[in-house]
């Protein structure tokens, strides 16, 4: 068996490793998202009385 | 034989990502995101549409982690009963272990997010829904009491609370009463299909109402539990989740449940017999039309009550 040569199981498996791959991608988009409006909406600003503390 | 053919073999019932994805039950997933969906929506607070819409998202891992935790816990069930044999597990698709370890991976992810996401209440419903469904439902009562699914039927009553503390950081009447709607729902659901999937249940040992107190009294039980549920889902129509379009659809779906109720009870196992269940399984069909109908229709309350439509004011 050369290794050229794409055996069935790899073939098989690139249906599982691209669904991870994409499960991965969204994970990330998910996170940079939430980070993006909870920055953007304030929520993580200190409180007003604390600052002037 | 080769090398490559030992390789085939060995490989043959290898798991693929859709066994993964099936381990998370996507079926009763699209009732919790669903129902979530509606909690969140008709909550008189709202919520920002991207933290809405993973706060969801979150819930629905979480449905799918206690999925993934009872097919776990199962699996000996699972391998018995016809309906189910053919899960990754039984199969031998997916080990237990590793259907655990997803399980338990996917919970803390969800809560934890869904924490961060929205608010502490929330996640702490998420965590007490996953708790409620695996220690207390799957490992402790299925297989105990034929209360199994009365008691049960709990977890999956609690995404819309879960999906209104999203958005109001509490918990409210209403939500406690769509949650006590899908609650007063799952009983009749389950015992229908106990009377028609007759020998599963038994082969399983699970003491289903129809194994531990006969097919009479399970008659008997639904009609009791949807006179109950008929009161409850009527009633909610005068609240504030509630309004005309709820209340209409309310009214003709419970009278078609009510009935389907009375022809069940009406029957006996010959009768039953020689149509193959037609009753029994008609209802099983509109139990899950009457959950998605009442639902819908506290969504479009809420939905017309952003243009001042929707309601009794």
Redesign the interface.
């Known amino acids: ?1 050369s290794f050229g040569q794409q ?3 790899h073939k ?2 690139f ?2 490793n ?3 791959g994409l499960v991965l991608v969204a994970v990330i988009a ?1 996170v940079f ?2 980070t993006v ?1 909870k920055v953007t ?1 304030g929520d993580y600003e200190a409180p007003r009385s604390e600052v002037q503390n | 034989m080769t090398d490559t053919s030992i390789d085939n073999h060995a490989y043959e019932n290898e798991a693929q990502f859709g066994d993964y994805f099936a381990l998370l039950k996507p079926r009763v997933m699209s009732l919790v995101v669903f129902t979530a969906f509606v909690g969140l929506l008709a909550a008189p607070v709202p919520v920002h549409p991207f933290i809405g819409f993973v706060s969801i998202l979150f819930i629905a891992i979480g449905g799918g982690a206690s999925g993934a935790l009872n097919m776990w816990w199962d699996a000996d069930i699972d391998a018995v009963m016809k309906r189910t044999r053919n899960r990754p597990i039984p199969a031998g698709r997916v080990s237990g272990d590793t259907a655990l370890a997803i399980g338990v991976a996917l919970a803390a992810f969800g809560v934890i997010f869904l924490g961060l996401a929205s608010n502490w209440v929330a996640a702490g419903l998420l965590a007490f829904t996953i708790f409620f469904y695996v220690v207390i439902y799957s490992i402790w009562l299925k297989r105990w009491t034929p209360q199994n699914i009365v008691i049960g039927g709990a977890a999956g009553a609690f995404p819309p609370m879960i999906g209104w503390a999203v958005a109001t950081g509490g918990i409210a009447p209403e939500s406690i009463l769509m949650f006590t709607l899908i609650f007063m729902w799952t009983p009749p659901h389950f015992w229908a299909l106990a009377l028609f999937m007759r020998s599963d249940y038994d082969d399983a040992g699970v003491p289903m109402l129809t194994v531990t107190h006969g097919r009479r009294a399970t008659r008997n039980h639904i009609l009791g539990y949807t006179i109950l549920l008929a009161a409850l889902a009527i009633g909610t129509g005068f609240t504030s989740v509630g309004g005309p379009v709820y209340l209409s659809v309310a009214v003709v779906l419970n009278a078609l449940f009510l009935k389907g109720a009375v022809d069940i009870w009406r029957r006996d196992e010959d009768m039953s017999e020689a149509d193959n269940f037609a009753a029994e399984r008609k209802f099983f069909k509109l139990s899950l039309l009457y959950l998605f109908a009442h639902f819908g229709a506290i969504l479009i309350e809420a939905g017309l009550s952003r243009f001042g439509l929707g309601g009794w004011a």
Request: proline fraction near 0%; avoid cysteine.
């Open positions: 068996m055996h069935e199981i098989r498996r249906g599982r691209l669904g991870v998910i998202g939430l409006v909406r």
